[in-house]
């Protein structure tokens, strides 16, 4: 069983503290899910330009405006854009449990959401160590602090996921398949500090079932 997987979801669930009974339940699920689905990812590394109000990322097609990127990117050189997905396989498995089961439902999607994290953690220690002597940031996505959900559209297309992930976005900006997840993380000489911290950056704090629930996501 793959402890951080039941950890991971159990914290989407809400759920740290669970009865034995539960944590059996989403071990038994997370075990299941990540032998049947490997989370697919890609990756491209760019420049970075910095002009007045925006960053851009050069042969990206692509402007990262506000304070959330010039804080994360403030002493990079460079920017990896970054695309992981667990494909419609998992979509589908979510409806059929959706359909039978609605407890089961919930749990498979938190189980979802922890594999896909899994996944980008693996790309970052890839990127890690293709890039010796290169210090990344903390990977801050579309909706994290004023870096609006627009900006989906554009790292698809530069990393051109329909291709090669079967990843889109859609009319509402919402990406599909649904557990899939875009990135941007800077790339320094110099030592990165850990910056996101908090819910007061997040864009989704107004909708979030943890923080409602008096709970956070760790970050």
């Known amino acids: 069983m793959d402890s951080y997987l039941v950890e ?13 009974s539960l ?5 038994q699920e997370a075990e299941a899910l990540a032998a049947r689905i490997r989370p697919r990812y890609t990756y491209r590394v760019f420049g970075l330009e910095f002009a007045e109000g925006e960053i851009r990322l050069t042969g990206a097609g692509l402007a990262l405006r506000g304070e959330t990127a010039a804080r ?40 979802g959401s922890a594999l896909v994290e899994q996944g980008c953690d693996e790309a970052e220690r890839e990127l890690a160590a293709r890039l ?30 329909p291709r090669r992930l079967g990843l889109t976005v859609t009319e509402s900006l ?18 990165q500090m850990a910056r996101i911290r908090g819910c007061a950056y997040c864009q989704m704090r107004e ?3 943890l923080r409602k629930g008096g709970k956070h996501c760790g970050n």
């Not at 579309?142 to 609006?148: C, I, K, S």
């Not at 649904?178 to 320094?188: E, F, N, R, Y």
């Open 8 to 20: 991971e979801a159990l914290r989407y669930l809400g759920a740290a503290d669970a009865p034995e």
């Open 174 to 191: 919402l990406l599909n398949p649904v557990k899939s997840v875009t990135a941007v993380i800077g790339l320094s000489d110099r030592p």
């Open 132 to 161: 010796p002597g290169r210090y990344l940031t903390d990977r801050f996505s579309p909706g994290y602090g004023d870096l609006p959900l627009s900006v989906q559209r554009d790292v698809c297309a530069a990393l051109d996921t």
């Open 23 to 27: 944590r059996r339940q989403v071990g």
């Open 207 to 209: 909708r979030c079932a």
């Open 72 to 111: 994360m990117l403030e002493t990079c050189g460079q920017a990896a854009l970054l695309a992981c997905t667990l494909g419609a396989r998992f979509d589908l498995s979510l409806a059929a449990a959706q359909a039978r089961d609605m407890a089961r439902a919930v749990i498979l999607d938190a189980c």
